[in-house]
């Protein structure tokens, strides 16, 4: 059953594994099963972030284009209403939570120091949440999508690849 979406989708299956594999470590290490206390867990899935929207901007740049290169690409658009709106939420998200984090670090990193600096970090792991909570719905949908065996993307639709 899973296995096919993971041949289809293989981006949206290593996007999801990667997130299950950090949570998993964040879970492991606040639950006390690294001797550091769960710092090095939080730090991890406060900055996990930047590197999946440097996935996600690459991949919404490559569905861009190939969109810009399409046929019809506002009938596309049009044609899939709450596929469209997941995808931008993706991208804000993915994009948006890390930004900010990186903003807030820079802002006010300098000036805080010890139970402030923590305070910090867990706005990071907030945002963290965030981003892997829009990646894991997106996922959700193509795994809906590919199971309703539909074309959303990866797939030849109206003889123009749109695939992601």
């Known amino acids: 059953m899973v296995q096919p979406f993971v041949h289809a989708k293989p981006l949206q299956a290593l996007k999801l594994g990667a997130i299950l594999g950090v949570l998993g470590f964040g879970i492991a290490g606040v639950a006390g099963l690294f001797p550091d206390g769960g710092l090095d867990s939080l730090l991890i899935i406060a900055f996990f972030p930047m590197i999946l929207a440097l996935v996600v901007g690459t991949e919404t740049l490559l569905a861009g284009y190939r969109l810009a290169r399409a046929d019809d690409s506002r009938g596309r658009l049009r044609s899939r209403p709450f596929y469209t709106a997941i995808r931008v939420l993706e991208v804000v998200a993915t994009i948006g939570a890390p930004g900010t984090f ?19 970090l867990l706005y990071g792991v907030g945002f963290g949440l965030l981003a892997f909570g829009a990646v894991v719905l997106r996922t959700l949908v193509e795994y809906y ?13 109206d003889r123009n690849d749109i695939s992601d």
Request: net charge neutral; proline share 3%.
């Open 102 to 120: 990186y903003v807030l670090i820079v802002e006010v990193g300098s000036e805080v120091a010890g139970p402030g600096a923590i305070g910090l």
């Open 145 to 157: 999508d590919h199971r309703q065996n539909r074309s959303t993307s990866g797939h030849i639709r």
